[in-house]
């Protein structure tokens, strides 16, 4: 037996009913605001999968037949990447997923994508099967841009999904975690995590699929595709994209600005017609990150950033918990920053309060920490690690000031745009403050 999808299908209004203020019935019969979409609460499951001696012959030589395909709507605009085992798209890898159920094995097409040396990032619903009943994942094979395939069988291999996912198909909660005792840079460069920043965001998605054929493919069957579009819907817990992607794509990264902002999970179909008409999948917000920091072994802990509407600052930090209780006072949290340094022998970022702006200040410089308490500042201490320059994927973080401000005096960003945007608007260019990844 064989499976052609590896694909969520939703009504169109199940899915909006969560993200936006249109009305309709979830699968579940739960209203909106009742349903806990904080993925960070949720405990995780971790399971290593079976080595060939575990395994029976029917999963280690399954059927092998596959066609992804999808009746939509909207025209379909993806390109062909000619040259997958480059930046970024060496990242993305396909996935052979096998499983068995009480009648026999069968197999799905999936997708994921490098996010450190030893993690990837796909679908829960990749790694656990609801609708045939096969449960878990009882064999991964992930190949590389460069043809190159691992298998769990032959290869330590985990994976990790929520608790919630397994025991309830929570669609808001479908994100999975591959984990390898293999150097997985040696095949593509991890992408950098992000978050969305809004509706109306332009997004792109790129995976392999086998309804597309290129002689440039290393992939059997499979091409590496990219398709453009932009952020329709968007909540903490789910997107709904203007974008085309087919059954097979389940586990693609979702970029924004290089940066993967959420994965690629479903199709939603339109009640009436039942012709596919928009895409979605999971955005990564702090309540993901903190999630995938919890229980992804290998993945750097994620720096929040959150935002005063009513002073203008940018406040950031490592700890959740943190972010909670600001966001609560009113703060906007506006996901992740950027990633911290695992190696303590990195350059420890100091932060400062002023108790009569409000304000707070970051440095490395030990010299400007010992010096700031002079005019009013208070010690906070270590707020995170960053990176040494010549650390491996090491981005420069641009340090800012704005002369006519009280408070949000000083504005970090990695984004050089964003920092030349902000110098045609007056503020002060003051360098390199420090480096993230």
């Given at each position: 037996m064989f499976k052609s999808r590896r694909f969520k299908f939703y009504s169109i209004t199940i899915i909006l009913a969560l993200v936006c203020s249109m009305g309709f019935v979830l699968p579940t019969p739960l209203e909106a605001k009742q349903i806990d979409t904080s993925l960070n609460t949720t405990q995780a499951i971790r399971k290593t999968l079976p080595k060939k001696d575990e395994l029976t012959e029917e999963i280690l030589n399954p059927p092998v037949a596959y066609r992804d395909e999808a009746d939509f709507e909207f025209v379909d605009q993806r390109e062909i990447i000619n040259t997958p085992?480059?930046?970024?798209?060496?990242?993305?890898?396909?996935?052979?997923?096998?499983?068995?159920?009480?009648?026999?094995?069968?197999?799905?097409?999936?997708?994921?994508?490098?996010?450190?040396?030893?993690?990837?990032?796909t679908s829960a619903h990749c790694l656990y099967d609801h609708e045939d009943h096969g449960g878990y994942v009882q064999r991964v094979d992930i190949t590389f841009a460069d043809g190159t395939t691992i298998s769990s069988a032959d290869t330590n291999m985990e994976v990790v999904i929520s608790q919630n996912y397994v025991n309830n198909n929570r669609y808001e909660e479908d994100l999975g975690i591959i984990e390898t005792d293999l150097d997985l840079s040696k095949y593509g460069t991890p992408l950098k995590l992000g978050s969305p920043s809004k509706q109306g965001q332009n997004v792109a998605m790129m995976g392999y699929t086998s309804d597309l054929s290129s002689a440039a493919s290393h992939v059997a069957g499979r091409a590496l595709a990219r398709s453009s579009g932009w952020?329709?819907?968007?909540?903490?817990?789910?997107?709904?994209?203007?974008?085309?992607?087919?059954?097979?794509?389940?586990?693609?990264?979702?970029?924004?600005?290089?940066?993967?902002?959420?994965?690629?999970?479903?199709?939603?179909r339109d009640p009436l017609t039942m012709e596919y008409i928009r895409t979605g999948g999971v955005p990564f917000f702090?309540?993901?990150?903190?999630?995938?920091?919890?229980?992804?072994?290998?993945?750097?802990?994620?720096?929040?950033?959150?935002?005063?509407?009513?002073?203008?600052?940018?406040?950031?930090?490592?700890?959740?918990?943190?972010?909670?209780?600001?966001?609560?006072?009113?703060?906007?949290?506006?996901?992740?920053?950027?990633?911290?340094?695992?190696?303590?022998?990195?350059?420890?970022?100091?932060?400062?309060?002023?108790?009569?702006?409000?304000?707070?200040?970051?440095?490395?410089?030990?010299?400007?920490?010992?010096?700031?308490?002079?005019y009013g500042w208070i010690q906070e201490g270590e707020i995170w690690i960053a990176p040494q320059s010549t650390t491996a994927y090491a981005q420069a973080v641009y340090r800012l000031y704005n002369p006519n401000a009280k408070t949000g005096i000083h504005h970090f960003t990695t984004d050089i745009n964003e920092k030349n945007a902000l110098v045609q608007m007056g503020w002060r260019e003051e360098g390199i403050a420090f480096y993230a990844l």
């Open positions: 085992t480059i930046a970024p798209y060496h990242s993305c890898v396909s996935l052979e997923l096998v499983y068995s159920n009480s009648s026999s094995a069968f197999v799905y097409y999936g997708n994921a994508f490098i996010v450190s040396n030893h993690t990837l990032l952020i329709e819907t968007l909540d903490r817990s789910l997107f709904v994209l203007s974008l085309y992607g087919v059954a097979g794509q389940s586990g693609s990264p979702v970029l924004a600005d290089n940066k993967a902002v959420g994965i690629f999970n479903f199709g939603l702090s309540n993901q990150l903190n999630w995938l920091s919890q229980n992804a072994k290998y993945l750097n802990d994620p720096i929040y950033r959150a935002y005063n509407p009513n002073s203008g600052e940018h406040l950031y930090t490592r700890s959740y918990q943190e972010l909670t209780h600001i966001v609560q006072a009113g703060w906007k949290d506006e996901g992740m920053a950027w990633m911290e340094s695992a190696d303590r022998n990195g350059e420890i970022v100091w932060r400062l309060y002023n108790p009569n702006t409000g304000d707070h200040h970051y440095t490395v410089d030990r010299h400007e920490y010992g010096e700031l308490p002079k």
